[in-house]
């Protein structure tokens, strides 16, 4: 009995050990079938995106930056191209000791000790293999003496590489821009345009309004690379880069030596037309920088000291700068009254240098010689007399003067192709419902303030241009622009054929006539713009003196210190019957416009007229001096 119980527990033990060795058989083939399941699915389903995966481990794809296109004048002639940069790199995992090595290298280098370091330092993190560079844009004399000295100098190489060239500096800075390398908000702002970071794109002016055109197409080449990232074949695949397209502008190189020489040392802006198309031939803002700075690395002391230079050089005075229009202004309220019929040319009023209206006496400039006297129109814009046109702005109203600001191409962008422009301000009473909330109420002696180009009102340069050529021309505000053609292919351009008209003003025949006859008299008979008179040339062009600080008021400009002087405007065209070019010349703390923005404005237009008369082979008319 015993033996046949203890038979049952040892089947009973047996049958459940045999259970278990099943289960374990059971779920260890289970799992050596997943196992094969797994090697087939990704060694037969997935062996293709693996093999890519593995090829992408061994195999990289560089980018090969293209050329920028060159940037050339009207005629062709070269402002902006590449050129050949040697940069001096050191190779870390040939230097044994880089802290007693440093010294030498420095000295070698004729760079600092701090330079070095704060270079290596921003290279930490980078693979000791990656080279970093020491000394930027060496002249041929030095890469030779490093190439010439491998076995001395193992550790330091000559790279290679295109820079961006500025040849004439500073000259045309704003308008041509600069380059830079793209950070991650270019990248971000612009996905579209498919930026690599530390690209070099354009930054500013025409560089960056028409990269796309300039950067050229990336091209790429395979590359074998070991598990650090270290290139050690290159594959003969890929695609090569596509240089980008020349601009042709429409600037005159000759034009905009003449204007930069002419500004000297003075503060400004300045801009010239074509008044039939709104060509650009010169523009200049002063002070200026070299975008050639930008070309290469640079510290965060350089653009810390260019950023808070008290003189703003990398402010763009022509586009992005408004400031009061000053007498130039009277012209705008003469063009209005005509034209809205409050005022005729013969409408005559009399000066006495002073005129009260309300609790407030308001001078004209005469006031020291007791007024202008009896003036019609004509002969107010000629002598530039204020009390004719606070009488004349009492009488038209704010809202008619602002209209035909508008309608002349103030308080708005004028679209000119650079990346960046202000609108500048024309006030009327809904303007200073939002402008000035805490006064509200639009008060009758703003207007009399706006009549003379004072007050709220404020304008750029590039605006008033548009405006002189809009007088030249007989009412067409055309968009001002830079580019003349597009290199598509080598040799074959597209012209820049798209409309620029932006609006045709219907203005009677004898408001222009009236308004360029006076304009004419500004410079050509004893006006204030005399200094810009050209024997056989009929300059017309108004100028204009902007108040900056009322100390200035009736104060000669040569008495006060620079900075308090009064802004000075000259606004015009040339000639009057058939205007070929059209201005506007604006000096920061000048003093007066026919002091100081007049001669400025003469000496591009003889320049301009000197080039005409060669093309047609006629005798050079000599210039009227200038009564000083």
Known sequence: MYRASKDLQDYYEESRLNTRITVIQVLFGA?????????????????????????????????????????????????????????????????????????????????????LRERLAKARSRPRFEPVILKEDVDLAEAAYIES???????????????????????????????????????????????????????AGVERRYDVELKGVKGWKQAVVNSLGREIEEIDEGRRATPGHTLRLTLDLDLQRTLEQAYGDEAGSAVFLDPGSGAVLAMISRPAFDPNVFARRFSQDTWDAMDRDPRHPLQDRSSLSKFAPGSVFKVVMSIAALEEKVAGPERGDHCNGSWRFGDKVYQCWAIRKGGHGYLTMREAIIQSCNIYFYHLGNDMGIDRISKWAHLLGFGEPTHIDLPHETAGTVPDPEWKKVAVPSDPVWHPGETISVSI?????????????????TIANGGSVYKPHLIRSIEVREGVEEENDQSMLVRTLHLNPRTLSVIKDAMWGVVNEDGTGVRAKIAGRDVCAKTGTAQVFKASRDVDADKLPKEKRDHAWFVGFAPRDKPEIAWAVFVQNGGHGGTTAAPIARAVLERYFQKQDAKVGAPQLASASAPR
């Open 149 to 203: 000295r491998r076995l001395e100098l193992p550790e330091l190489s000559v790279e290679v590489e295109s820079r961006r060239n500025y040849l004439y500096g500073p000259l045309a800075a704003h308008l041509l821009g600069y380059v830079g390398e793209a950070s991650e908000k270019d990248i971000k702002d612009h996905p579209e345009l498919g930026y690599d970071l530390g690209e070099i794109i354009g930054k």
């Open 453 to 469: 180009g004072q007050g709220a009102i404020e304008v750029t340069p590039l605006q008033m241009a548009v405006f002189a050529s």
């Open 31 to 115: 799992v050596l079938v997943l196992y094969l399941m797994a090697f087939w699915y990704l060694q037969v389903v997935k062996a293709d995106y693996y093999r890519k995966l593995s090829d992408n481990n061994r195999l990289r794809r560089v980018t090969l930056a293209p050329l920028r296109g060159l940037i050339t004048d009207q005629a062709g002639r070269v402002l902006t191209n590449n050129r050949i940069a040697f940069n001096v790199r050191l190779d870390r995992e040939k230097v044994a000791d880089l802290k007693h090595r440093l010294p030498d290298l420095s000295r070698i280098l004729g760079t600092s000790e701090a330079v």
